[in-house]
């Protein structure tokens, strides 16, 4: 007697069923991962033009500042290139970077620089906030389709 048998059209519309779920998943990690690396190049990129509007409007000669906000534009950029690999994980190091240093250049050159800039910092801690929801659900997508073997 013959052991192979042909798969029923039930098996094949349920195979097909699943991997278009797993498809459609795989579609949407993409879009989710994208959003998050794009917040965060933004901010890379916010970071950048307000270091160049420093320096042109810079009175002093001393160009430290300016390097440092241009390093940390660079900074950005490696950490959304890592959102394409763990994007929840980019992101909260991204908000939590961003944070730190807000708190570091208060503690540093005084409480008054804290409210220097406070509507473009709110700005881009609103941005990289608002990215969390759609790394957290993509990191969750990764997971779902690690658990089921894609």
């Known amino acids: 007697m013959n052991d192979t048998t042909k798969p029923s059209k039930e098996n ?3 195979t097909n069923a699943y991997q278009d779920y797993n498809w459609q998943k795989l579609k949407i990690l993409k879009k989710k991962t994208q959003r998050s690396r794009d917040t965060i190049f933004i901010v890379a990129t916010y970071m ?3 270091a160049l509007f420093q ?4 009175k002093s000669d ?3 500042a300016f390097f440092i906000s241009l390093l940390l534009s660079f900074v950005f950029v490696g950490i959304g290139f890592l959102a394409g690999k763990e994007p929840f ?6 908000v939590i970077i961003y ?3 807000w708190f570091v250049s208060v503690a540093l050159l ?5 409210f220097r800039g406070i509507i473009g910092k709110i700005i881009v801690i609103v941005a990289l906030a608002s990215g969390i929801p759609h790394a957290y ?5 990764k997971k779902e389709l690690k658990e089921s073997g894609k």
Do not use: C, F, H, N
């Open 12 to 14: 094949d519309i349920v």
């Open 48 to 50: 950048m033009l307000a």
């Open 55 to 58: 320096l042109g409007t810079s």
């Open 62 to 64: 001393d160009k430290r």
């Open 89 to 94: 994980g980019a992101l909260i190091m991204a």
């Open 99 to 101: 944070v730190g240093l």
């Open 110 to 114: 005084g409480p008054e620089y804290s």
């Open 137 to 141: 659900e993509a990191d969750k997508i």
